[in-house]
C-alpha cells in the first residue's frame, strides 16, 4: 500500500546584502556584514526588503527617495531662466505699434514735403540791364526784352524750371481755370504760379506782379491795385476789353523789384506803383510778341520802338 508522505516545507534563506563600504579609517572591517545584515538585510522568514535604519546608513550617503510610481525625484536645478519663447514673439505687441507709429510718422513727413514744395524753379532773378539810349528818329522803348524760354503746355502738377524769374515765356498749363487763370487782383494770401498766368501772357494778356513785404501788400496798396484793375483800357491792337487780356494782378516773390508788369517776352520793372507807365509799356508792347493772338485780331510790331536790350 501507498505510503502517505509529506514533502518536508521549503527551506528559505535569508539573502545578504552587499557589504557596506569600508569606512575611511577601516574601523569597523570586522563584523561590517554582520551588522548589515542584522540591520538592513532581507527577512529569513518572509523574504521582505526592510528599509534601513538612518544609524545603518555609510557616513555621508543621502536616503534613497523613490515614489509609490517607481521612480526616483529628480533634484531641480537652480540659477536656470526657463525658455519663454523668442523676443518677437515675447513682444509682439510692442513691436507692431512701433512699427505703425513709425509708419504714420513717414506718411506725415512725406505729406508735409509733397504740400510745401515748390511748383516751380528759378535760374535766376532777371535784372534789368543798362537802358540804351534810342536811335535818331525813334521813340524810347519801355520796357526791356528777356530770353524766350520756350512755350510747352504740361501737365497740371509738373514743375517747371524757368531760366528767368519773373518769367516771361516759358513753358505753362492748359488746363483752365488753371492756366490760363482769371484775370482779376490775386491778394497776398493767393498764390498763383507761373505755370497759370504765363498762358495769359501767350494769349496777349497783361500780367502785373508785386513782392511781399513792400507796399503793395498794405491795405494802401492793394486799393491803388484794384483801381487799376476797374479802369483797365482796351487792349491797344485788337480792343479788347478788360477780362480778355487782362490784367492779372498778382503777388510773386521771387523777384528783384516791387512791381514787374509783363507781355510775352517782355518785361517792366518798378520800384514803386506807377499805373501811368505800366498803361504806356501795355500800349507799346501789348499784343504784338504773343504768339497766339485772339481770334480775328493780326498781332503787329511796336510801332517806332527801337529794339530793347537782352536781359541779364
Sequence with gaps: MPSSRRRPPKRTFARLPPPAPRPADGSGAAGGTTEASATTGWAASTGTPQAPSAASRPAGSRPATRPAGG???RPVRRGRTPVRGSFLERN???VISLVAASTIVLLGVFV???ATAPAYACGMEWTAPATPSPAPGQSQRIGYAQEDMGRIHVAVG???KYLYCPPA?????????LGPIPPKVYGVNDHPIPQGWVHNLEHGALVVLYKCPGDACTDAGQAA???FYSTFPNSPVCNL??????????RFDDMNYPYVALVWDQILPLQTWDPAQVLAFFAQNGERTNPEPQAGCQASPA??????????
Design 71 to 73: 521612480r526616483p525625484n
Design 92 to 94: 509682439r505687441t510692442r
Design 112 to 114: 508735409y514735403f509733397q
Design 158 to 160: 509738373s514743375v517747371v
Design 169 to 177: 515765356s516759358g513753358n505753362h498749363y492748359f488746363s483752365p481755370p
Design 225 to 227: 491795385l484794384n483801381q
Design 241 to 250: 476789353p478788360a477780362g480778355i487780356v487782362g490784367p492779372v494782378i498778382a
Design 303 to 312: 510801332p517806332g520802338a527801337s529794339a530793347s536790350p537782352a536781359a541779364s
